[in-house]
DNA sequence: CGCGTTTACGTCGTTCGTAACGATA
DNA sequence: TATCGTTACGAACGACGTAAACGCG
């Protein structure tokens, strides 16, 4: 067993039992990973694919086991490397964050421009998926790093560092009925305008959903996108009311259309970084972590990291505090 | 890096720097570890050891992370292998126990019969040591499974499966003092006496020391072996009452000698089989642990083991029971 | 017939062991 | 001077890439 060996069948699983797209993102050659998947085979006594014909198939059971277990080996094999960069004090590199829209384009930019200001030879490399893909190709070892939201408890698996607290908003074109009030509408009053959101606010469990079945309405989700842009122009084009992440609303949006307030029923929620236990980040990964949450030191940062010990974080700010400091 | 230039780097450190002497644990040659070593330590960019002169004089702290790194891999590595074998339905294979002497000679042995009927095929080595050192070697990986007894809490690290219940019991010559009552003694009267014990009941934390602390006393230790072979010979040469692991009691001494029960403020003691979180065990290691724990289901074990999570364990058998269960 | 895997083969790099050397106590 | 680590060198092994063969849709 080698690491190579290992390196090969987690790429090999990667790329949809393709060995041939394995072997381009390895750099390496075709027959290369597949003689080295045939001598781990050999080596453990079983096979790890199943064949069909001459095409790998399935995984079997027995493969899956063998595979959880080669990518924790190389997660590891990757802290030592990262941990030996860090101590050479190694200023290149590469850093992937798996995040969601909202959050790269409205979220990470300046803090990724504080990143690049100190470490300009680190490539960056945004991911950018929906929730569960974040969460997965982070388990994978595919993302250092990831960036999400939720409404309420923390994602349960691995470290999660509460960056920021912020609120929903409601975007309508000037003229639009809910623009007269000025001030937030109940969610009675909501339930009567055609929303655009985001595509996670149709899942029953989503926040949105849930709030509004608490009083017995079901909101009329008339479009959703996993896009804040395209979630403006859509209210831009008077199609509906806009519900959205208040980090989303930039300044020509308040020239242009009416900003209100979310209902109050509506939850607060919450964005963390996500990293899985035990990983070491690269220096520069921690400067991220840290110019998206200035209320964390670094060096308590660096324990929790280190020492994989639940920390007792400070309540985060909110959105408004945070962005403020920055822009101060 | 490699695989191989980590398990020379852990045999080196685990051989007290002795490049030569991990050479030939590893069944390589010494020139060979040496230039693995330089060649891990050249791609990490840093040194894993402080040279003194020409030998190895201490790991250096990056050397200390590096190898606690070094040891979860090869761990995981092991864990493939042994898991493969188990696929495979493997036979032969090694099982290295770190056990206690008491464990060891009093209660083991039915159960490694029971192994060695199943598995005649595989070599059993016993790893006596302090219950310190046990745990040392266990999480070194130097042994797959270790076996001891505490007064109170199972172990912190790891996962701590309870074997049975025991209490101890006195022993004396006939004739002594003690013997004449023929019942336990209070802890007063105890006191009295000296007594022969286990070397762990000399520590301040000890069961025994609390129990009589407890009542403002101080027990006189006149002898401490960790070899309850080692007691019972010099309770029969008339030096003190000897206060050891009921377990510790053969037919011969029952009648030669007088067993008391123990003071009732004694507390019970409990027999846990100890591994590390996640490890993979051969299955006669599992056969060995339901041996050892006919209580214990083979598949609930297995799931446990696999699994990782905190099982309810039943309240385990006493030692009476247990082994009349077995004798039977 | 194209796609993807396996087999075959030659080359290169690496590892390993033997032997000699260097340094240290 | 004995012990231990490093350097040097030659042999053997193993990995990799190219090229060709094989199966399947």
Same mark, same amino acid.
């Given at each position: ?12 699983? +990667? ?41 790998? +198939?399935?995984?079997?059971?027995? $493969? ?20 030996? *960069? ?6 290149? $590199? ?14 990470? !930019? ?13 490539? &960056?490399?945004?991911?950018? @998926? /929906? ?9 994978? =070892?595919?993302?250092?790093?990831? #960036?999400?939201?939720?409404? /309420?408890?923390?994602?349960?698996? =691995?470290?999660? &560092? ?5 609120? %929903?908003?409601?975007? #309508?074109?000037? $003229?639009?009925?809910? *623009? ?15 929303? &655009? ?17 608490? &009083? =017995? ?24 009311? /806009?519900?959205? @992440?208040?980090?989303?609303?930039? @300044? %020509? ?7 209100? !307030?979310?209902?109050?029923?509506? !939850? ?28 964390? +030191? ?8 280190? =020492? ?21």
């Amino acid at each position: 067993m080698t690491l190579t060996q290992l390196r090969y069948l987690v790429a090999i699983a +990667d790329s949809g039992l393709n060995i041939t797209l394995a072997a381009e993102k390895v750099h390496a050659t075709q027959p290369g990973l597949s003689k080295q998947l045939k001598q781990l085979e050999d080596e453990l006594g079983f096979l790890l694919f199943v064949r069909k014909g001459r095409s790998l +198939d399935a995984i079997t059971p027995a $493969g899956v086991q063998v595979l959880e277990n080669a990518r924790r080996i190389l997660a590891e094999v990757n802290n030592v490397r990262s941990y030996a *960069a860090n101590h050479r004090r190694e200023s290149h $590199g590469e850093l992937t964050l798996a995040t969601t829209h909202t959050q790269a384009r409205f979220v990470l !930019p300046p803090a990724i421009a504080e990143v690049k200001r100190s470490y300009p030879q680190v490539g &960056i490399h945004l991911k950018p @998926a /929906g929730e569960g893909e974040v969460l997965a190709s982070l388990a994978k =070892g595919q993302a250092d790093l990831a #960036v999400i939201s939720t409404a /309420g408890d923390p994602p349960a698996d =691995g470290l999660a &560092i509460p960056l920021f607290r912020w609120k %929903r908003v409601l975007l #309508v074109p000037r $003229g639009h009925p809910l *623009a007269d009030a000025g001030q937030a509408p109940t969610l009675e009053t909501l339930a009567r305008h055609p929303l &655009i959101s985001y595509d996670s606010s149709v899942r029953p469990e989503s926040s949105l959903r849930r709030a509004f079945a608490a &009083i =017995g309405l079901e909101p009329q989700i008339a479009l959703t996108a996993h896009d804040a842009d395209l979630i403006k122009t859509y209210v831009r084009a008077g199609l509906g009311a /806009g519900l959205l @992440a208040e980090m989303a609303v930039t @300044a %020509r949006d308040v020239e242009e259309l009416v900003v209100l !307030p979310a209902p109050p029923q509506l !939850p607060e929620c919450m964005t963390w970084a996500l990293l899985p236990h035990g990983r070491v980040l690269r220096d520069y990964a921690v400067e991220l972590l840290h110019a998206l949450a200035p209320q964390l +030191d670094r060096h308590d940062l660096r324990r929790v990291l280190a =020492g994989n010990l639940e920390a007792d974080w400070p309540t985060p700010p909110t959105w408004v505090e945070l962005s403020q400091a920055i822009t101060v």
